[in-house]
């Protein structure tokens, strides 16, 4: 699998937007970009994925470079609640077949002030 | 309720006696995975399994085995425990392997081998 980098903790006030970057240099065009979060004693949980386009949901939106060497998770105005480690992975399924390893690194932690 | 439910939640053990942690999931999910957490290293994969009778090994499965005789669950058997297997473990499963497929957590076994 792609590897992904994203620092490890970010920090941002409350209502405020929150950028939250992830390099995928390596990248294939088959990849998705999936975005998952782990919030306090609690699994992580899935927050949005996407291939080439930007997505919006609920949750937030994901903004996608045109080469898709890195991507952005948006938080359109955080709460305390949005104080999480947030995962980028990238899933290759079944264009690699036989190989579904998904590993999801050490994520970024935010930090929100009220 | 969609969800996949892992037990115990938490689980003391002495080194060398057997045990398991079981994960079953409601949502007729084919791709079922096993992962560990410990702090700084983030989320690795310990086996996968992509349907019935189908398992293969993640990044680190030393010490571990899985089974998967029905497609709801997907155990995991530390036949001889040691300390080093004291972690965070989550079990996770999706629809089926392709890339667009979102994955599900349960909340976590917190395992001490003493």
């Known amino acids: 699998d792609a590897k992904t980098t994203q620092p490890n903790s970010m920090e941002s006030n409350e209502e405020e937007p929150v950028h939250l970057p992830c390099n995928h240099s390596t990248i294939s065009g088959t990849d998705y970009i999936h975005w998952y979060r782990q919030l306090p004693s609690q699994g992580p949980e899935y927050v949005i994925h996407?291939?080439?386009s930007n997505v919006n949901n609920r949750m937030a939106s994901l903004a996608i470079a045109e080469d898709r060497k890195s991507s952005t998770l948006i938080l359109h105005r955080a709460t305390l609640r949005d104080a999480a480690v947030y995962y980028c992975i990238l899933r290759d399924g079944i264009s690699n077949f036989g190989n579904e390893k998904l590993t999801f690194g050490t994520g970024t932690r935010l930090t929100i002030i009220p | 309720e969609a969800q996949v439910t892992q037990n115990p939640r938490y689980l003391i053990t002495v080194t060398g006696k057997k045990l398991t942690v079981t994960c079953s999931q409601n949502m007729n999910h084919e791709y079922m995975s096993w992962y560990r957490q410990d702090p700084g290293l983030g989320l690795r994969q310990i086996y996968y399994s992509m349907n019935v009778e189908v398992t293969d090994k993640g990044d680190v499965p030393e010490g571990y085995k899985v089974s998967r005789k029905e497609k709801r669950n997907f155990p995991l058997i530390l036949e001889s425990p040691s300390p080093n297997q004291t972690s965070l473990y989550f079990c996770a499963s999706s629809l089926n392997r392709d890339r667009y497929e979102k994955l599900f957590f349960g909340s976590g076994t917190q395992l001490s081998v003493l």
């Open positions: 996407g291939l080439t």
